[in-house]
């Protein structure tokens, strides 16, 4: 089955580490986009990408890393720097960049 | 800037008809996304509107008037499943591109 896929879908992580989020996706779509969620809010958009080895910051970047070496593949690493990273976090991809987008189901990193 | 507003919560009766509003403002325009997302779980989506007017799927309907930089989504019939947060998401950019912009969402009630 065509899908996106997100693991782990909990994480825990001691402060001060930096943890990688993974988003795999076989829908063979060009565009691929990380949001991160907190508790009542909406969903905010860190970075995306439009196409391979190619991607553009989004409203929170700081304190966030991501690499795309495979159209398949997008992974966010949440570094150190980022003073709050506890929160729900969200990947999507869309044919391009212009139709709906489709989400995996999240991973929920708790830094302790 | 960017800036997509909707309301916080609304409260509904089982059967009746709701109307979820949203007004935008960004810099570039390609198309308005509705999204449903239940607590705890990944958004799905809904509608899609690029063009001024009315589309409709089933029980949803979804509005554009670009000029004014609104639209709402309308939801008949209500059931106790329709519970849950509708996201308002735009498409800020051009040529077929662009990052994709949630609003901080509607959480909807809905009572028998």
């Known amino acids: 089955d065509g899908g996106i896929t997100q693991s782990p879908k909990y994480l825990f992580r001691k402060e001060g580490q930096n943890v990688t989020l993974s988003c795999e996706q076989n829908l063979n779509h060009d565009a691929m986009y990380w949001y991160r969620q907190d508790p009542g809010q909406g969903l905010r958009l860190i970075y995306y990408?439009?196409?391979?080895?190619?991607?553009q910051k989004g409203d929170i970047a700081e304190g966030y890393s991501v690499s795309r070496e495979k159209k398949e593949s997008f992974p966010l690493t949440v570094t150190s720097a980022q003073k709050n990273p506890t929160a729900f976090y969200l990947c999507?991809?869309?044919?391009?960049?212009?139709?709906?987008?489709?989400f995996g189901q999240g991973t929920r990193l708790t830094v302790v | 800037g960017q800036n997509i507003d909707q309301p916080t919560e609304m409260t509904a009766t089982e059967g009746a008809i709701v109307q979820i509003n949203c007004t935008y403002q960004?810099?570039?325009?390609?198309?308005l996304f509705w999204y449903q997302q239940h607590a705890g779980e990944a958004p799905t989506f809904l509608s899609y509107?690029?063009?001024?007017g009315l589309e409709e799927k089933g029980r949803f309907s979804s509005f554009l008037s670009r000029s004014k930089g609104y639209s709402y989504l309308l939801l008949k019939e209500l059931q106790m499943k329709d519970s849950a947060s509708y996201l308002c998401?735009?498409?800020?950019?051009?040529?077929?591109?662009?990052?994709?912009?949630f609003g901080q969402g509607t959480e909807l009630s809905v009572k028998p």
């Open positions: 509107n690029v063009l001024d």
């Open positions: 960004t810099s570039g325009f390609n198309g």
């Open positions: 999507a991809s869309s044919i391009k960049g212009y139709t709906e987008a489709f």
């Open positions: 998401a735009v498409r800020d950019g051009y040529n077929q591109g662009g990052k994709l912009i």
């Open positions: 990408s439009q196409i391979v080895n190619d991607f």
